[in-house]
């Protein structure tokens, strides 16, 4: 979408009066998604509103998507960014409102008074290097980063228009198929050939847009997007005498293999903290860049694929089993810890001695450097804190009777007690929020039978949707099904009900016998996991494309009792609970394990003196809730430190099954 610099008021006859609760004052500009505003707040705050286009506005599923990606936005620490404030649709109108940041693009900056000083080049650098760490922790990717959307407020550099263009790309009937979502000329090689677009696109698009900075024209030129296309995926950028390391690091960020880049966070520790070309190649640990090569034709497997890295649930490369060893659940070497903010290189050479209080010096600067940004943008550092859970509130069952709760109700770490939103419910089990926490919902079990019910985030509006043969229900990526474990027209498995219309689809199922499914999960990828045992042997953790129903993979290792499984906020990671080897189905001694999306690597996180049950992530990535021997509900940071019981003292009601993302 359009910039939002300073414009005069220019109010047109066809504009709205208002949007949702938002005075309209004037038109800022158009772009691909719809239309944008100056708008006013109830409370007078200028906002600025952004309306979707009404052909697409129309579309149920753009807009289930649009509101997901946009309650996603929402969690990015506003720090370089222009903070999500708001989403909805009303009259038919769908529109999503941020802080209305008073300054002019980068682009309008270029064009009137040509390139950026050294200063402020290495500002826009470290700046919108901060914001991408920013989106990326929210387990976003922006898909659209260019001089047009970095406005240059008196705050520092502030990133516009992340999270939504996933919206957009995904809706293939206004797309078109193979049709590109981005801008030419900054848009990474895997955008243009359809390969899955990661973090990775971002930093390309970060080093294009600091090769403009410095130079005033695009690295890969001007001309249609067939000549920029094919520069992009064959052609050395033109930086001309961009100077090192900033020259290194931007040469780095416009590597054709998205696997060899620097992260947004590399690209930071660098930034902050290196003074030549050597400390530029150490903070990135690689050697330097050679010129590189185009891709091959074809899609990357998934081992070259780069999930988000900030937060770190597990390092992009890690050790791979020696001679002899296996790569079985228990048998794994033993991992580096993941400090937050803690830069643990991929293992491509062992590091020098003197690297690694160098390391150290350049992490601090950069912790210094992320806390002056926050502080020039009025947040501080709350976001970056690791000693303490985060104070998101959990949805908890609450109250136990012979097994049973009562009631659904928020927990806040440190509260006196959870504040109950339905009460006088027999045998609640395992709420769950929606995608974007408008609704809820829980399963019930009797003697009989067990049932799935939603309700809206208050405790209104309570209906039962489905009978289902499990206690476990999960809501779909877009917010509009639930996913329950059921048997229907002689198969059992995993089965979709859409909560506006009661419409049933199966997802995964087998033809009834002794298979058994339990606990439903969907990721943010759009991908199913879900506990399976065939005949007698012990429950695996599986993971299924709806897109491709008949090809289930499991992902935790044969012979291990797996279930449970919990995604984490960026997709690429399942928080799982299986028994201590040796034991058999009914033990009471489960631990929880981590597992890349791909199967490898797995590894145990917290081996607790107990039974550790139903795990979930914090909306940031960086800690796990779980609920230890029934009632003591914990939380611990993804490499099992800081591990300490988060629920309230004395005789408030024993929680339990909680579901913090």
């Not at 090769?211 to 033109?238: C, D």
Request: charged content about 20%; proline content about 11%.
């Amino acid at each position: 979408m359009a910039s939002q610099g300073p414009r005069p008021p220019t109010p047109d006859p066809a504009d709205p009066e208002t949007v949702g609760p938002y005075r309209i004052e004037s038109r800022i500009g158009r772009g691909g998604m719809g239309a944008v505003f100056l708008g006013r707040a109830p409370d007078g705050r200028p906002v600025a509103v952004k309306v979707v286009r009404p052909e697409l506005a129309d579309d149920p599923r753009f807009l289930a998507r649009f509101h997901g990606e946009a309650a996603n936005a929402a969690r990015v620490a506003s720090f370089c960014t222009a903070q999500v404030l708001d989403h909805g649709d009303e009259n038919g109108v769908a529109y999503l409102v941020t802080e209305y940041i008073e300054g002019p693009t980068l682009r309008e900056r270029i064009k009137s008074d040509g390139p950026l000083t050294p200063a402020a080049l290495h500002g826009v650098a470290i700046g919108v290097a901060a914001a991408l760490v920013a989106i990326h922790g929210a387990g976003l990717v922006h898909r659209d980063l260019k001089p047009g959307n970095v406005l240059l407020s008196i705050s520092g550099p502030r990133v516009i228009d992340f999270g939504i263009a996933r919206a957009l790309d995904e809706t293939d009937h206004h797309t078109g198929t193979g049709q590109l979502i981005g801008t030419p000329g900054w848009t990474a090689p895997e955008q243009i050939t359809g390969r899955e677009v990661t973090p990775a696109a971002d930093v390309f698009a970060w080093g294009c847009l600091i090769g403009y900075a410095a130079t005033g024209n695009n690295p890969f030129g001007r001309g249609s997007f067939e000549i920029l296309s094919a520069r992009v995926l064959h052609a050395e950028p033109a930086l001309g005498d961009l100077p090192d390391p900033l020259g290194g690091l931007v040469r780095a960020a416009l590597g054709k293999d998205p696997a060899h880049r620097p992260t947004a966070r590399d690209l930071l520790l660098a930034l902050a903290g290196g003074d030549s070309e050597a400390d530029a190649a150490t903070a990135l640990d690689a050697r330097p860049v050679a010129a590189p090569a185009a891709f091959p034709d074809g899609r990357p497997d998934m081992a070259h694929t780069v999930p988000p890295t900030v937060p770190p649930t597990v390092p992009p490369t890690l050790p791979s089993a020696g001679a002899g060893e296996t790569t079985g659940a228990h048998r794994l070497p033993a991992l580096p810890p993941l400090a937050p903010l803690e830069y643990v290189p991929p293992p491509v050479a062992p590091p020098p001695p003197e690297r690694a209080p160098r390391r150290r010096g350049r992490t601090l600067a950069v912790v210094a450097a992320i806390a002056v940004v926050a502080a020039l943008a009025g947040v501080g550092v709350r976001q970056w804190r690791s000693s303490l859970p985060p104070d998101d509130p959990l949805l908890v069952a609450v109250g136990l009777d012979e097994g049973c709760a009562d009631a659904v109700g928020l927990y806040r770490a440190g509260s006196a007690a959870p504040e109950k939103l339905v009460s006088e419910v027999w045998c609640v089990q395992n709420p769950q929020w929606s995608p974007d926490r408008s609704q809820i919902v829980f399963t019930r079990s009797d003697s009989e039978a067990h049932s799935a019910w939603v309700m809206n985030h208050d405790g209104t509006g309570l209906r039962k949707i489905a009978d289902m043969a499990g206690d476990s229900a999960a809501w779909t990526p877009d917010g509009t099904g639930v996913s329950y474990v059921g048997d229907r027209d002689g198969r059992e498995g995993v089965f979709t009900v859409a909560v506006a219309t009661g419409k049933v689809e199966p997802v995964a199922t087998v033809k009834e016998g002794d298979a058994r499914f339990h606990d439903p999960a969907w990721s943010s990828r759009g991908l199913l996991a879900f506990s399976y045992r065939e005949e007698k042997e012990p429950p695996r953790v599986h993971v299924v494309d709806p897109k491709r129903p008949e090809d289930w993979r499991a992902v935790t290792p044969e012979g291990v009792d797996a279930r449970a499984p919990a995604w984490s906020p960026d997709g690429a990671t399942i928080a799982y609970t299986a028994l201590e080897p040796g034991l058999k189905d009914g033990a009471e001694e489960r631990d929880i394990w981590l597992i890349s999306v791909q199967g490898s690597p797995n590894r145990r996180e917290l081996e607790v003196p107990g039974n550790a049950v139903h795990p979930t992530w914090s909306p940031d990535g960086r800690w796990i809730c779980y609920v230890r021997d029934g009632e003591d509900v914990r939380a611990a940071r993804t490499n099992g430190d800081a591990d300490r019981s988060v629920a309230p003292e004395g005789d408030a009601g024993t929680l339990t099954m909680p579901d913090w993302s």
